[in-house]
């Protein structure tokens, strides 16, 4: 006959059992506490500001109807060589005032340039008629307009080495180097000797370049072991140049 106490202990040492469906529940439970556990929580994002407006670049203003009326006078006056003067119409009063009404208009900068071309082109002009004075008045005035120009100090020098050179000169007829006169070529070939020194330079004015060729031809017969150098222009009378620069020059 069991006891109580035995009923008792019976009971205490028989496992209780849980029931399938209620088994699987609990893990369930469980995983999803441990997943949850592990994820870190959300970063906190910056707080997005409004967008910030596009910086706004003010376009440069256009010229009005004033800037190329300004324009319009400095293009006569550059034209009509009224570079400097007189005081109150002349180019480069009118493109400093354009310049001033619409500094960033490509006309208005080149100005100054173009009028040192001017001043660079008749001062050649002065050059090619020996006018020394004149090609010297020319280049001051363009440096006037811009003392920096790269075009003005070779320039200003060649006129000195131009002005300061001995100057010979042999004139013939036109019908006799036409011709190929014989005396025409003998006095030629005596100027030669001239031309063929070290520091001379040579200038032919024919006709014609055939007659310009014949000529330099008659020079080079002259003795001597120096090159005829120069150049040729044509135009009549005939007539051969020879500057002789100073030891050094040329």
Known sequence: MRTRHDEAEHTSA?????????ARRLGALVSLTLATACVPPPSASPPVGPASP?????PPAQPDDA???VLAAAERALAEDRLLTPPDDNAYTHF???L????????AQAGKERIVERYIALAHRAIGRESWRSARVMLERARQVDSRHPGIAPLWRQVQLLANAERLTLDLAHRAVRERHPAAAARLAAFGSQARRRNA??????GSDADARWMHEQLRKAPGTGRVRGGIEIGVPPRVTILLFAAGEG
Request: hydrophobic letters at 40%.
């Open 96 to 98: 400093a005032r354009a």
């Open 67 to 69: 800037v190329f009326a």
């Open 54 to 58: 596009p910086s706004a670049r003010t």
């Open 14 to 22: 028989t496992p209780r059992r849980v029931p399938v469906g209620g």
């Open 201 to 206: 330079r040579v200038t032919i004015r024919a």
């Open 100 to 107: 001033e009404l619409a500094p960033h208009l490509p006309e």
